[in-house]
């Protein structure tokens, strides 16, 4: 077991490095920080100078890889690659084009992000899980048919639907929360309702009808008429057979966007004004701010490949089979 | 006259789209000899939801098609001269709503409205007043009391002329007997008079009227609606079809040759996948925008550009998500490769290649089809989201995405502009339901596990 | 009677997979409804305990159940029914099992349902229960989870979860067909002795007459969702009366039969949505009469009394029987020629890969040093339970799998030292039929192209397009199949047609090896008796030699010239078909013809074996069968016996024998 996570763990390094050579190969590569500056700075204010002071601003001004004029190993490290790619391991991401710390506003930022995704993640999940046994329970019948039509309905809505008419409704309608903002402490509680309640009612209907699936799917084996066979009431078989072994594939899909849940939502804390890692990387977007958008990649991927790591473990705690093989 | 009437333009997208149908129509000849694949889509054909969906798919398919026939019209010159075209570049929906198009307003205004939507100041006037349209009720005069009436009058014609054309419908199908499908012919059938009444009135609406209202440059918001189909049509279908032959090629691979090839595969799609998607389609759109900022001479017309952003997004979206398809691929490989019939020509030395194509890749049709309708309202969807972010498709390109990020500027104004922000949800609401509900119906036929 | 079943019919949309089925079973009775694959037994257990899958239901009829009318009981009451009155365990006990779940709880849960006892008393009756089942060790496997148990082992999990309520009825479907034959003979032992002293009415559902013979006191024929005929076991052996029954036993393939033909039902059961003017079994009846076709056959006492013979037929008296096609024995030998096949030494190893950096820590030793020689024109037999390395070492000798080492000689020419390129030329030689016909056809390609693949990739096939196209009608019709079906796909044929298409795709390169690989396991008896004709008539007709991987007795003694007997890999007794099967010497073989139950219900001087085979990842130092052996002592710990040789072609690996 223990040799099992050290195997993924060392199975991660290959893949961060991976990650950082594309994303270094996407931001340097494909464009030099020629082009960048000349894009910035719009087509009138180009000039050789103005394009140079831009690159010494932001670091740019380095050979790519390899610096023929540095001595030693500065050789190396005196590049854009290694200041700008090789440092994000060490947790230096530089700053931004407003001259802020990226990794300290990452730190500030953290917080409200996991306000919003984690009780939007937990009560999601809560919900469409019971919604998904219900189905199964009245399986065959017009509830669970008119369950489904409901279901596919509602992921056929654009998930900005969602925001913009829930907004318009308890808000400029209803007038029960604020339309947007934060602040710290108990008080955010009536900036957060308004955007977990949308979450969740915008997830509900693909992971509902997702876990219904695996249910049905489960309910169809062998060890399910079984325990019907033992004279199990239909509830018992439900709950104890059927969720027990649900859950290992349910787990899969689940456990590996938990990490995740760090980097927030773009487009709720865009709309409700929370200020996130969601509404940062989207302002880094419209402002081109290639540094923030790097480093978010970057971050974005650590905590995928760390979702992975849990996956496993976890997949390995709810199986029997896996744990003790 | 030297030169035709119009110039034929062939973007990239339509050539791709066209590629695409012609795909399709392959796959389609190739699956009719295969009595399996027949039976599958003869239980798609019997599932009357799927049939009413197919239908409304049509529908939309059809706007896009026609949206796809690009051109340019011929500008006048003197006799004798070499022809000259115009910048601009249209299709054959654009001379079909050329009304539409061309009957802008100055602003905002409500659906069937006959004055603008804000006050302005007014020549001859101190007050700030509702402005009059220029077209939208245009042939009432001054007599705007008539409007009501009117209204109701085309609405009426609108309804009588559907159902004309739906009883029309019906009378040839009977007069050609249309198949034997009793179930499908009948959804066809109840799914086509809804739409059929609803173009009826829309088109004796938009006669006087604009249906949907105006945007803030004053453009038909019915216009942008349709228009915006073909971006939403070629996002969710080219998207996939950009990545189908990596995905193919990667998943068989890794599965059947397995060692380090697998290994090699697995770590490139993980690595791929391991970055958010949001994130490295932004990522990637920054870096494209900047190639295409940087290289304007690459492009003739604004539409070339828009066309070619288009297809970058594609391209990039399918970047991000052939690896789900691919890992899909590999496992089912996997199976095959331990089937009895794999060896069976292993036994007679077929080599790796042979065995990949003749016994793998057809028996791995059925995924691809079930995931290339079920990731086309994925699609549609996420374009939306990715154009309010910034990072979908060219401003100037007319998507539900890009309608929706120019109305949301408005979402502060009172009284509410809301129209078309509801036009485009609506219009995308029926297109990705019609897709799902026939996804599903795919799937329940294709899919061997659920078909038990 | 405890159960009465009356007129049971249940539908599935159009189909009705079972109709009008009736009997009784006495309270402490053995039934066992008979019958091939699709015949509907399963359902009419399902359809007794309402278990039916949410597609299927109860049309009409009756089943009581102690005077209960079950089809009327509430859900509620039903429950009670179940795992209370009546227990039933099912084919699978691989899937059966609650795979997340420990064996303790999931026999406790029914504890508490039906004996009403909780935690350390239930945990206790458990450890009973499993003890009772003949599970050693049983305080320790209440903490295991079922992927820990071996198949006979989980089955017997199976049985105690069904006694857990102390049910008076017992049904058994197909309780022992995933098992191995020995593990069979220990589980059909188990359920007898539970039965008598439980005094458990026991309805068992099987297709095996052995698996009848042995265990039943009455038989039901089921045929096309009907019971045919109804008999008490002894008559039914002595004097089948259904023109169905008489042709299942003559479909059997036993040691009398060698060298002859094997007698065949013709055709295939109907589909279940066929609707009958007249008799279900018309299509395939020899003894077919005008009134046949047109009513359906009123039950006829052959036995008067309740629970005398019954036949569902119009033929007055009992059915002629089939005259017995006595073989001519052995063919001819000729013996001066070389092997065409001789394996030495192979092994076939597959790493275990563990820890961080996935060092092989060890191997699973598959196939481990096994040797045998085949002559042209002659079947060679490799018999063994799953699990024993058989399909491993027919895969290695084709070189499908590359062996780990050893030596290959086919017709004098080594094979495992060739490239893929080098062996492509010697692939006309040797080709294999696989076990399963629904998974060795691609389902993709035409019967045609399935057919003349081989001829392409080797080509050995004629020049032109044309030329092909006759070669595959030719073999089509030495298969027994009609030339013109060349352009049909695989669903569009029955298992049996799938499985002649199979050896036709063999036979286009003119092989001179055929490795059959369980070709009949996935067919019904008579079935199996067509392709087994087919073979012996395609070995005569072509001088093929067949190496023939099974785990059927009945088969081996009917078809074989030589015998090999596989255990974790290696040969352990090797000789002629008489040698190895009338006067074996490894007490393994001997175990395991002794497990095969016969037909005449005759038992023999029983060497029963206990316990499973070992992995063989780990196998026993020493001889490897020794604690499995009754005869063991201390000299086979110690190492792995030499082959020893009993006459010219006898070969034992037993110090013992």
């Known amino acids: 077991m223990l040799a099992y996570i050290i195997r993924r763990l060392l199975y991660a390094i290959p893949i961060l490095i991976g990650v950082n050579l594309l994303t270094f190969a996407l931001f340097f590569v494909v464009n030099t920080p020629d082009d960048m500056a000349r894009m910035q700075l719009g087509v009138k204010r180009v000039t050789p100078e103005a394009i140079q002071k831009w690159k010494a601003e932001r670091g740019y001004d380095k050979p790519l890889l390899w610096n023929a004029t540095a001595a030693g190993s500065a050789a190396l490290t005196d590049t854009i690659f290694f200041s700008k790619s090789v440092r994000m391991f060490a947790g230096d991401f530089g700053r931004a084009d407003d001259g802020r710390d990226i990794a300290r506003e990452i730190g500030d930022r953290m917080g409200p992000s996991l306000a919003i995704a984690l009780p939007t993640f937990v009560l999601g999940l809560f919900v469409a899980i019971s919604f998904a046994l219900l189905l199964v329970f009245f399986r065959a019948t017009a509830l669970d048919f008119g369950g489904v039509v409901l279901c596919v309905a509602m992921m056929s809505i654009s998930g900005l639907f969602y925001i913009i008419g829930g907004q318009w409704l308890v808000s400029k309608v209803w007038h029960l929360v604020p339309i947007s903002g934060y602040s710290g402490g108990l008080d955010a509680a009536k ?40 004279g199990l009431p239909e509830r018992v078989v439900l709950f104890r057979h059927v969720l027990r072994n649900a859950m290992i594939p349910i787990l899969t899909g689940v456990v590996v966007v938990i990490p995740s849940l760090f980097m927030g939502s773009l487009l709720t804390e865009s709309f409700f004004g929370i200020p996130g890692l969601g509404s940062y990387t989207i302002d880094a977007i419209n402002a081109q ?31 029997p089979r896996v744990r003790l093989q | 006259m030297s030169g035709m009437a119009v110039q034929p333009v062939l973007l990239w997208s339509d050539a791709l789209l066209f590629v695409l149908i012609g795909v399709i129509v392959a796959l389609v000849l190739w699956a009719r000899r295969q009595d399996a694949l027949r039976a599958a889509w003869a239980r798609v054909a019997q599932n009357g939801v799927a049939m009413a969906a197919a239908t409304v ?353 408005e979402l502060a104004r009172e009284p509410m502009v809301w129209w078309s922000l509801l036009a485009a949800f609506s219009f995308m609401f029926a297109l990705v339901l019609a897709a799902n509900l026939f996804a599903d119906a795919v799937r329940d036929a294709f899919d061997p596990r659920s078909s038990a | 009677m405890i159960l009465s079943v009356k007129d049971l019919t249940i539908h599935i949309g159009a189909a009705r997979p079972v109709e009008g089925v009736s009997f009784d079973i006495a309270p402490g009775e053995c039934f066992a409804l008979l019958g091939e694959s699709g015949c509907g037994k399963s359902m009419t257990a399902l359809g007794i305990m309402r278990l039916l899958p949410l597609a299927a239901q109860v049309a009409g009829g009756a089943v009581e159940f102690e005077g209960n009318d079950l089809l009327a009981l509430p859900e509620s009451g039903m429950r009670d029914v179940r795992g209370g009155g009546i227990g039933m365990i099912f084919q699978e006990p691989a899937t059966s099992l609650n795979p997340v779940l420990t064996v303790g709880s999931q026999i406790v849960e029914a504890l508490q349902l039906h004996a009403g006892l909780q935690g350390a008393a239930a945990r206790t009756r458990a450890a009973e229960l499993l003890d009772q089942v003949g599970i050693p060790d049983p305080r320790r496997r209440l903490d295991e989870y079922p992927f820990q148990l071996s198949g006979g082992l989980r089955q017997r999990v199976m049985i105690a979860i069904a006694l857990a309520g102390s049910p008076r009825l017992l049904i058994a479907d197909e309780p022992t067909t995933a098992l191995d034959v020995t593990i069979q003979a220990q589980v059909l032992d188990l359920l007898d002795d539970l039965r008598r002293k439980q005094e458990m009415a026991l309805l068992l559902i099987t297709h095996d007459l052995g698996v009848v013979a042995r265990m039943a006191d009455r038989v039901g024929v089921m045929y096309a969702g009907q019971l045919v005929e109804v008999a008490p076991r002894r008559a039914f052996f002595a004097h089948p009366a259904h023109p169905y029954s008489v042709r299942l036993f003559a479909a059997l393939p036993d040691a009398e039969r060698r060298g002859g033909r094997l007698a065949t039902i013709p055709g295939s059961v109907p589909a279940a949505d066929v609707r009958h003017a007249g008799c279900r079994f018309v299509e395939r009846c020899s003894e077919v009469m005008p009134v046949c076709r047109s009513a359906p056959p009123p039950w006829r006492e052959v036995d008067a009394g309740p629970l005398g013979q019954r036949v569902r037929c119009f033929l007055p008296g009992a059915a002629p029987g089939v005259a017995p096609t006595v073989g001519a024995g ?157 352009g049909r796909y695989p669903h569009e044929f029955s298992g049996g047609q799938r499985q002649r298409i199979a050896i036709a795709r063999a036979l286009a390169v003119n092989p001179q090896l055929l490795i059959c690989d369980e070709p009949t396991s996935a067919l019904d008896v008579s079935v199996q008796a067509q392709i087994l004709n087919l073979l012996s008539d395609l070995q005569s007709e072509l001088k093929l030699a067949y190496l023939f991987i099974t785990h059927n007795i009945a088969v081996v003694d009917y078809l074989a010239h030589d015998v090999a007997v596989m255990y974790l890999g290696r040969v352990v007794e090797r000789g002629s078909a008489d040698e190895v099967l009338r006067h074996a010497r490894h007490p393994y073989t001997k175990a395991l013809l002794a497990a095969v139950p016969r037909i005449d219900g005759l038992g023999k001087a029983v060497v029963k074996l206990s316990g499973d085979m070992p992995s063989p990842a780990n196998p026993p130092a020493g001889c490897h069968f020794h604690p499995r052996c009754p005869l063991a002592d201390e000299a086979c710990r110690r190492s792995y016996p030499a082959e020893r040789l009993f006459g010219a072609t006898h070969a034992v690996r037993c110090i013992k024998a």
């Open chain 1, 191 to 230: 900036f957060l309702i308004l955007p977990v309640i949308i979450g969740v009612i915008g997830g509900i209907g693909s992971s509902a009808r997702w876990y219904r699936t695996i249910f049905l799917e489960e309910i169809t084996r062998d060890y399910v008429r079984t325990a019907r066979a033992k």
């Open chain 1, 289 to 319: 701010d290639f540094a923030v958008v790097r480093s978010m990649v970057f971050i974005g991927s650590v905590l995928y490949i760390f979702g992975l790591l849990l996956t496993d473990v976890s997949y390995t705690l709810a199986d």
């Open chain 2, 57 to 409: 798919l049509g529908v939309f398919v059809l706007i896009g098609l026609l949206d796809s026939l690009h051109y340019r019209a011929r500008l006048e010159s003197p006799a004798g001269a070499t022809a000259r075209y115009a910048v601009e570049v249209n299709s054959a929906l654009d001379a079909l709503l050329a009304d539409l198009r061309l009957r802008t307003e100055k602003t905002y205004s409500a659906p069937l409205a006959t004055h603008l939507f804000a006050r302005e100041a007014l020549e001859n006037s101190t007050q700030r007043e509702f402005p009059r349209l220029q077209y939208g009720g245009a042939h009432l005069g001054e007599n705007l009391s008539g409007r009501g009436l009117d209204i109701a009058v085309r609405v009426l014609r609108g309804v009588g002329g559907g159902l004309v054309v739906w009883l029309l419908l019906m009378l040839l199908a009977r007069r050609i007997k249309v198949g034997a499908g009793g179930t499908a012919v009948r959804a066809v059938a109840v799914t086509l008079l809804p739409i059929l009444l609803l173009f009826g009135v829309a088109i004796s609406l938009s006669g006087g009227y604009h249906v949907f209202g105006t945007d803030k440059v004053g453009q038909d918001v019915l216009y942008l609606s349709l228009k915006a189909i073909r971006t939403g049509l070629l996002i969710g279908t080219l998207t996939t079809l950009v990545m189908l032959p990596a995905a193919l090629l990667l998943g068989i691979l890794a599965g059947y040759v397995g060692g380090w090839v697998d290994d090699l595969i697995q770590y490139v799609y993980t690595t791929l996948s391991s970055i958010p998607g949001v994130l490295l389609i932004a990522a990637a759109v920054l870096m494209m925008q900047v190639v295409i900022d940087t290289h304007p001479d690459w492009f003739a017309t604004s539409a070339e550009r828009a066309d070619a952003r288009l297809l970058a997004l594609c391209l990039i979206l399918g970047m991000t998500s052939w690896t789900g398809v691919a890992r899909l691929l590999r496992g089912e490989t996997l199976k095959l490769r331990e089937l009895e019939f794999v060896q069976a020509a292993q036994a007679f030395g077929v080599g790796p290649f042979a065995i990949m194509r003749r016994h793998i890749l057809p028996n791995l049709m059925h995924i691809v089809l079930i995931s290339l309708v079920m990731d086309f309202s994925g699609l549609v969807l996420a374009e939306a989201v990715l154009s309010y972010v910034g990072v979908g498709v060219d401003p100037t390109t007319i998507s539900f995405g890009t309608m929706i990020n120019t109305a949301r500027m």
């Open chain 3, 330 to 486: 052995e063919t001819p030998l000729a013996f001066e020629s070389k092997p065409l096949l001789d394996v030495t030494g192979l092994q076939v190893h597959f790493p275990i890969r563990r820890g961080i950096l996935q060092r092989v820590v060890g191997a699973v030793r598959a196939v481990d040093g096994m040797s045998l020689q085949l002559m042209p024109g002659r079947t060679l037999a490799l018999v063994g339970e799953s699990g024993c390395g058989k399909t491993t070492a027919g895969k290695a000798m084709l070189q499908l799998l590359r062996p780990t080492a050893g030596s290959v000689l086919l017709d004098g020419v080594e094979l495992t030292t060739r490239s893929t390129g080098e062996l492509r030329p010697l692939r006309a030689k040797m080709q294999m039929v696989f076990q399963d016909p629904f998974a060795s056809l691609n389902p993709r390609l035409r019967i045609g192209d399935i057919i003349a693949e081989g001829m392409q990739a080797l080509g050995t096939g004629a020049k032109s397009g044309g030329d092909m196209a006759a070669r595959v009608g030719t073999l089509l019709e030495q298969v027994g199949l009609r030339a013109d079906m060349t």
